[in-house]
C-alpha cells in the first residue's frame, strides 16, 4: 500500500458528526495505513504547537484534511492550522520546501444536496470551486492537489448511504 497517509480531521464536535465520525472509524479500522490527527482534540484552545505540526507534516508523503464545509469554507481552526504551520521558510519561499512533492487532498461533508453544488444549483457553485483555495495553496507550496471526496446532504443522508460512502472515502484515500 506504500507510505501511511496523514488524516487532518477538523471537526468542532465530531463526537455528534454523522459523516466525518464514520470516516474517522472506517479509516482507523486501519492504523498500519493512516495516521488519523483530530486538531479540535488536540488544541481546544487553539493555541497550535507549529513545530510539533510541522514536524508532523514533514513524516509524511500525503496529507488528507477532512472535515465539514462550514459557510462554503473551512472550519476555522483549519484556516488558522494553515496560517499558522505552513509558514513562509517552511512551507513556502526561497528555503520553504518541506512540503513539496507531497500529495494534498481534502474529504468534506456538506449540508446541500448534491444539485444544489451546480453553477445553476441553489448554491450558485461547486465544490470543486468552493476548495480552489485548497488546490492554490497546496500547489503554492509544491505539492500536488489529488482533488477531493465529498458527501453532499448531511440531513438527508441515511445510514445505508453513510455506509456505502465510508468505502467510497477509503477508496478515495487508497488512490491516493
Not at 493555541?47 to 472550519?75: A, G, R, S
Not at 496560517?83 to 528555503?95: E, P, Q, R, T
Request: aromatic share 14%.
Amino acid at each position: 500500500m506504500g507510505q501511511k497517509k496523514l488524516i487532518i480531521v477538523a471537526h468542532p464536535n465530531i463526537r455528534q458528526s454523522a459523516i466525518n465520525k464514520r470516516w474517522v472509524e472506517e479509516v482507523s479500522k486501519y492504523p498500519q495505513d493512516y495516521t488519523v490527527h483530530n486538531i479540535y482534540d488536540a488544541y481546544p484552545d487553539w493555541k497550535i504547537d507549529v513545530e510539533k505540526e510541522q514536524h508532523l507534516l514533514e513524516q509524511y508523503d500525503t496529507i488528507v484534511f477532512q472535515y465539514p464545509m462550514f459557510w462554503f469554507n473551512c472550519p476555522p481552526l483549519v484556516k488558522k492550522y494553515l496560517d499558522d504551520v505552513f509558514a513562509y521558510g517552511w512551507a513556502f519561499g526561497s528555503k520553504g520546501i518541506k512540503l513539496r512533492g507531497k500529495k494534498f487532498a481534502i474529504a468534506v461533508s456538506t449540508g446541500n444536496s448534491a444539485s444544489d453544488y451546480q453553477v445553476d444549483g441553489r448554491c450558485h457553485i461547486t465544490v470543486g470551486s468552493l476548495l480552489q483555495p485548497f488546490k492554490t495553496t497546496a500547489e503554492f507550496c509544491g505539492m500536488t492537489y489529488e482533488g477531493f471526496h465529498t458527501l453532499n446532504g448531511r440531513p438527508h443522508v441515511t445510514p445505508e448511504i453513510l455506509e456505502e460512502d465510508a468505502k467510497a472515502y477509503l477508496s478515495f484515500l487508497r488512490s491516493l
